[in-house]
C-alpha cells in the first residue's frame, strides 16, 4: 500500500515541477514512474534506514579554493514589532559561492569545452565553446555577468531514484582508500558488482551511482590539515563511457571533484585515455556530452559499512535560476544486502 501512494503522489505531483525543461536535460528524462516504482520498492524492505549523504556545512569544513569563503554570520535575535514574538535570522559573505560549496550538484551548463586550447595566459577564447546539447557560450551565458540563460540548476528536477552503490574501496582495493591521482576503472566497477549483491542486477537505466573510495576519511571540521581539496582519486575516462552507456542520470563520489587530481607523478595511467585538452574527464563527459550530473563532496561511508549496495535515493537541488550548481541534503533509503 505504500508503495502504491508513493508512486501514486509522485505521479499526480509531476506537474507541480511547472516550466518544462525536458529539452534542456540530458538522463534526468529518464526519471518517472519506473524509477520511481524502483524507489518505492526499497522504501519497503524490511529494516530500513534513512542515510544522510552530506555533511554540516560550516565556516571550518574543508572549502572549494574555486568558490570562495563561505563565512555564515548569525544575527542577533530580532523583535517582531508590535507583538510578543521575537525571530533569528543569518547572513553569507559577500561574494561566496555557495553552489559549489559542501555537499552539491552540477548543473550541466558548470562545464563548457572547447576547441581551442587555453595556456592560462591571456584572456580565453571563448568563440567556439560549446555546452551540452551543442549549445553556444552566446546560448548559456551571453555576458560575463549573465547568469545561464540556458543548462542552469533550476532546469534539473527532483531526483527520485535507485541509487546503486559500488564500494570500490572494499572490493576493488582490499579495504585500503584510494589514493591521490588514482583512477576508478572499468574493470573496478565491473568487479565490484560481481562481488556484492548487485551482481544480477547490476546497473539500470536511470539510476544513480555513488562510488565510495575512501578519500573522504581526509574530510575533517574543523578542516586542520587542509588534505582534503589538495588531491583526489577519480573516474577514468573509459569509466566515465561506461556509466554513460548504463544511462544513469547521476554519478556521485566521496571526493571533492569526481575527476582525479595529484602530481603528475601520481597520475595513475589511465590519464592516458584523456582527449586532448581534457584534464577533467568526467564533468566534461558527464556534463557537456551525455547529461550525466555530477555531485560531490557525498558522505558515503555509512552506506558503505552497512552494505547498503541499493537504495531509494532523494535529491533535490535548490531553484536558483541561472545558478550552475547547488547545495544538497540527499538522502538514502534502504537496508543492508549483507
Known sequence: ?????????????????ASDFSSERGMTNLLGSETWARCATEMSQNNVKVYELSYERTSTMPLSPF?????????????????????????????????????????????GHSDKFWDGKGEVDLSGVRYFKGLTAKEVKPFPESPLQKLGIET?????????????????????????????????IEETLKKSSLNKRGILPGDVVLIYTGWSDQYEDPDENKIYYSK?????????????????????????????FGDPSEM?????????????????????????????????DLLAKDSVDLSCVMILPLKTKG???????????GSSRS
Open 67 to 111: 568558490a570562495g569563503e563561505y563565512k555564515p554570520k548569525f544575527l542577533p535575535e530580532l523583535g517582531f514589532e508590535n507583538s510578543n514574538h521575537i525571530y533569528t535570522m543569518d547572513v553569507l559573505n559577500e561574494n561566496v559561492n555557495d553552489g559549489n560549496q559542501g555537499t552539491q550538484i552540477d548543473a550541466l551548463g558548470h562545464f
Open 323 to 333: 545558478s550552475a550548481a547547488s547545495p544538497i541534503r540527499p538522502v538514502a533509503i
Open 1 to 17: 500500500m505504500v508503495k502504491i501512494i508513493f508512486i501514486l503522489f509522485l505521479s499526480s505531483s509531476s506537474f507541480l515541477f
Open 156 to 188: 534539473v528536477p527532483p531526483i527520485i531514484t535507485t541509487a546503486v552503490l559500488l564500494d570500490v574501496r572494499k572490493h576493488s582495493f582490499g579495504g585500503r582508500s584510494m589514493k591521490a591521482g588514482e583512477y576508478v576503472t572499468v574493470k573496478h
Open 268 to 300: 595513475g595511467k589511465e590519464v592516458s585515455q584523456n582527449p586532448d585538452g581534457v584534464v577533467l574527464p568526467a564533468h566534461y563527459y558527464f556534463l557537456t556530452q551525455v547529461g550525466i550530473h555530477t555531485i560531490e563532496n557525498l558522505k558515503l
Open 232 to 260: 583526489a582519486p577519480g573516474i577514468s575516462f573509459n569509466a566515465a563511457k561506461f556509466l554513460a552507456a548504463k544511462k544513469v542520470v547521476g554519478v556521485g563520489v566521496d571526493n571533492w571533484g569526481v575527476d582525479a
